[in-house]
Protein backbone atom coordinates (compact mmCIF):
# COMPACT_ATOMS: atom_id res chain seq x y z
CA UNK A 1 0.00 0.00 0.00
CA UNK A 2 1.04 3.38 -1.25
CA UNK A 3 0.44 5.86 1.60
CA UNK A 4 -1.33 8.97 -0.09
CA UNK A 5 -0.75 11.54 1.89
CA UNK A 6 -3.51 14.63 2.32
CA UNK A 7 -2.08 18.25 4.48
CA UNK A 8 -4.71 19.70 6.16
CA UNK A 9 -3.84 23.12 7.53
CA UNK A 10 -5.34 24.65 10.72
CA UNK A 11 -5.37 28.62 12.22
CA UNK A 12 -2.72 29.99 14.45
CA UNK A 13 -0.04 27.59 12.81
CA UNK A 14 1.99 27.05 9.32
CA UNK A 15 2.83 23.40 9.52
CA UNK A 16 0.24 21.22 7.93
CA UNK A 17 -1.30 17.63 9.29
CA UNK A 18 -0.21 14.80 7.34
CA UNK A 19 -3.06 12.48 7.66
CA UNK A 20 -4.10 9.50 5.52
CA UNK A 21 -7.18 8.37 5.18
CA UNK A 22 -8.06 3.72 4.84
CA UNK A 23 -8.62 1.44 7.55
CA UNK A 24 -6.17 1.22 10.06
CA UNK A 25 -6.06 -0.66 13.61
CA UNK A 26 -4.69 0.64 16.90
CA UNK A 27 -3.97 -1.11 19.81
CA UNK A 28 -7.63 0.26 20.85
CA UNK A 29 -9.94 0.45 18.19
CA UNK A 30 -10.29 0.71 14.53
CA UNK A 31 -10.08 4.31 12.67
CA UNK A 32 -10.26 5.76 9.49
CA UNK A 33 -7.41 7.57 9.20
CA UNK A 34 -3.90 7.52 9.76
CA UNK A 35 -2.12 11.00 11.18
CA UNK A 36 1.47 10.97 10.24
CA UNK A 37 3.36 13.08 13.09
CA UNK A 38 6.47 11.89 12.32
CA UNK A 39 8.10 14.95 11.00
CA UNK A 40 6.02 17.55 13.32
CA UNK A 41 7.54 15.81 16.46
CA UNK A 42 11.17 14.82 14.74
CA UNK A 43 12.00 18.19 12.54
CA UNK A 44 12.80 21.09 15.11
CA UNK A 45 11.14 23.53 12.40
CA UNK A 46 7.48 21.58 12.56
CA UNK A 47 8.03 20.96 16.62
CA UNK A 48 8.44 24.95 17.32
CA UNK A 49 5.54 25.59 15.63
CA UNK A 50 3.14 23.25 17.34
CA UNK A 51 4.82 24.11 20.68
CA UNK A 52 4.43 28.21 19.94
CA UNK A 53 0.50 27.35 18.75
CA UNK A 54 0.27 25.76 22.40
CA UNK A 55 2.01 28.26 24.04
CA UNK A 56 -0.95 31.02 23.19
CA UNK A 57 -3.38 28.80 23.65
CA UNK A 58 -3.04 28.56 27.31
CA UNK A 59 -3.87 31.21 30.54
CA UNK A 60 -0.90 33.33 30.99
CA UNK A 61 -1.56 32.94 34.96
CA UNK A 62 -0.55 29.23 34.21
CA UNK A 63 2.42 27.80 36.54
CA UNK A 64 4.41 24.91 35.18
CA UNK A 65 7.35 22.90 36.49
CA UNK A 66 6.74 19.65 34.14
CA UNK A 67 5.77 18.67 30.75
CA UNK A 68 5.29 14.38 30.94
CA UNK A 69 5.86 14.02 27.46
CA UNK A 70 3.74 10.79 25.56
CA UNK A 71 4.15 9.69 22.47
CA UNK A 72 7.51 10.36 21.80
CA UNK A 73 6.70 14.56 21.71
CA UNK A 74 10.17 15.01 23.92
CA UNK A 75 11.25 17.45 21.21
CA UNK A 76 7.67 19.36 21.13
CA UNK A 77 7.55 19.62 24.58
CA UNK A 78 11.43 20.79 25.17
CA UNK A 79 10.70 23.63 22.44
CA UNK A 80 7.38 24.11 24.49
CA UNK A 81 9.07 24.50 27.68
CA UNK A 82 11.44 27.40 25.96
CA UNK A 83 8.44 29.36 24.84
CA UNK A 84 6.76 29.76 28.31
CA UNK A 85 9.66 29.96 29.97
CA UNK A 86 10.31 33.17 26.74
CA UNK A 87 6.60 34.26 27.59
CA UNK A 88 6.60 34.87 31.12
CA UNK A 89 5.02 31.63 32.08
CA UNK A 90 5.68 31.36 36.14
CA UNK A 91 7.75 27.97 37.41
CA UNK A 92 7.72 27.51 41.29
CA UNK A 93 10.68 25.39 40.58
CA UNK A 94 14.02 26.21 42.67
CA UNK A 95 16.03 26.80 39.14
CA UNK A 96 13.24 28.54 38.05
CA UNK A 97 12.84 26.19 34.69
CA UNK A 98 10.96 23.44 33.65
CA UNK A 99 11.67 19.84 33.61
CA UNK A 100 11.03 17.53 30.60
CA UNK A 101 10.41 13.80 31.29
CA UNK A 102 8.68 10.63 30.02
CA UNK A 103 6.81 7.99 31.58
CA UNK A 104 7.25 4.18 31.37
CA UNK A 105 4.77 1.57 31.19
CA UNK A 106 5.15 -1.84 33.39
CA UNK A 107 3.91 -5.10 32.36
CA UNK A 108 0.08 -3.98 33.41
CA UNK A 109 0.43 -1.48 30.86
CA UNK A 110 0.41 1.30 33.50
CA UNK A 111 2.24 4.13 33.88
CA UNK A 112 5.27 4.20 36.40
CA UNK A 113 8.00 6.74 37.30
CA UNK A 114 11.27 5.87 38.95
CA UNK A 115 11.95 7.46 42.31
CA UNK A 116 14.82 9.67 40.74
CA UNK A 117 11.25 11.52 38.80
CA UNK A 118 9.11 11.47 41.80
CA UNK A 119 10.51 15.03 43.15
CA UNK A 120 9.76 16.24 39.41
CA UNK A 121 5.65 15.40 40.09
CA UNK A 122 5.29 15.60 43.75
CA UNK A 123 3.18 18.84 44.19
CA UNK A 124 4.72 20.20 40.99
CA UNK A 125 2.41 22.35 38.26
CA UNK A 126 2.43 19.28 35.44
CA UNK A 127 1.50 19.69 31.58
CA UNK A 128 0.75 16.40 29.58
CA UNK A 129 2.12 16.38 26.51
CA UNK A 130 1.15 13.98 24.03
CA UNK A 131 0.80 13.01 20.14
CA UNK A 132 -2.76 12.32 19.65
CA UNK A 133 -6.05 11.84 21.72
CA UNK A 134 -8.90 8.99 20.27
CA UNK A 135 -10.45 6.82 22.54
CA UNK A 136 -8.80 8.20 25.61
CA UNK A 137 -7.84 5.38 27.07
CA UNK A 138 -4.01 6.37 27.24
CA UNK A 139 -4.13 9.80 28.02
CA UNK A 140 -6.84 8.81 31.21
CA UNK A 141 -4.02 6.69 32.32
CA UNK A 142 -1.21 9.46 31.96
CA UNK A 143 -3.75 11.72 34.31
CA UNK A 144 -4.42 9.09 36.46
CA UNK A 145 -0.53 7.95 36.90
CA UNK A 146 0.24 11.69 37.22
CA UNK A 147 -1.70 12.31 40.05
CA UNK A 148 -0.69 9.01 41.36
CA UNK A 149 3.06 10.59 41.82
CA UNK A 150 1.19 13.95 43.52
CA UNK A 151 1.32 15.83 40.10
CA UNK A 152 -1.09 19.52 40.13
CA UNK A 153 -2.40 18.61 35.96
CA UNK A 154 -2.71 22.41 34.66
CA UNK A 155 -3.18 21.33 30.84
CA UNK A 156 -3.62 18.03 29.13
CA UNK A 157 -2.18 19.40 25.40
CA UNK A 158 -1.94 16.92 22.06
CA UNK A 159 -1.21 17.97 18.48
CA UNK A 160 -4.20 16.24 17.62
CA UNK A 161 -7.44 15.22 19.72
CA UNK A 162 -10.99 14.38 18.92
CA UNK A 163 -12.51 14.79 22.36
CA UNK A 164 -12.65 17.72 24.39
CA UNK A 165 -11.76 16.68 27.81
CA UNK A 166 -10.28 13.48 29.88
CA UNK A 167 -11.20 12.39 33.14
CA UNK A 168 -12.84 16.03 33.89
CA UNK A 169 -9.62 17.84 32.57
CA UNK A 170 -9.97 20.01 29.46
CA UNK A 171 -7.37 19.07 26.24
CA UNK A 172 -5.59 21.86 24.63
CA UNK A 173 -4.71 20.43 21.06
CA UNK A 174 -3.37 22.25 17.81
CA UNK A 175 -5.49 20.02 15.39
CA UNK A 176 -9.03 18.60 16.42
CA UNK A 177 -12.44 17.37 14.53
CA UNK A 178 -13.30 20.59 12.76
CA UNK A 179 -10.13 19.71 11.11
CA UNK A 180 -10.90 16.19 10.35
CA UNK A 181 -14.30 16.71 10.36
CA UNK A 182 -14.96 12.75 9.05
CA UNK A 183 -12.91 11.16 11.49
CA UNK A 184 -14.04 8.22 12.65
CA UNK A 185 -12.97 5.07 15.45
CA UNK A 186 -14.76 2.49 16.36
CA UNK A 187 -14.13 -0.75 18.66
CA UNK A 188 -12.95 -3.60 15.88
CA UNK A 189 -15.96 -5.79 17.15
CA UNK A 190 -18.00 -2.82 15.60
CA UNK A 191 -16.09 -1.83 12.89
CA UNK A 192 -18.44 -0.24 9.75
CA UNK A 193 -15.05 -0.71 7.45
CA UNK A 194 -14.88 -4.44 8.64
CA UNK A 195 -18.56 -4.87 7.83
CA UNK A 196 -18.35 -3.27 4.23
CA UNK A 197 -15.48 -6.07 3.90
CA UNK A 198 -12.53 -3.68 3.56
CA UNK A 199 -9.52 -5.38 5.16
CA UNK A 200 -7.03 -3.35 7.03
CA UNK A 201 -4.29 -1.00 5.26
CA UNK A 202 -1.94 -0.94 8.28
CA UNK A 203 -1.33 -1.56 11.88
CA UNK A 204 -0.68 2.27 13.33
CA UNK A 205 0.10 3.39 17.33
CA UNK A 206 1.74 6.63 17.76
CA UNK A 207 5.42 5.74 16.14
CA UNK A 208 4.41 4.87 12.68
CA UNK A 209 2.76 2.02 10.63
CA UNK A 210 3.19 -1.51 9.78
CA UNK A 211 1.71 -1.89 6.41
CA UNK A 212 -0.37 -5.70 5.99
Known amino acids: MELNYKKITASGVNVPLKVVKGHFATNHAH?????DL??????VSEAQEIASALCHMYLYDMIVDTIVCMEGTEVIGTLLAQELTKGGFLS???HKTIYIIKPEFNSNSQIIFKDNFKPMLNGKNVIILTATV???LTI????EGV???GGII??????FSILKEANG???ISVFGQNDLPDYEYNDYRNCPICKAGKKLDALINPYGYSKL
Open 140 to 143: NKAI
Open 134 to 136: TTG
Open 169 to 171: IPI
Open 92 to 94: LNA
Open 147 to 149: QYY
Open 38 to 43: TTIKSR
Open 154 to 159: RSVSAV
Open 31 to 35: TNYYI
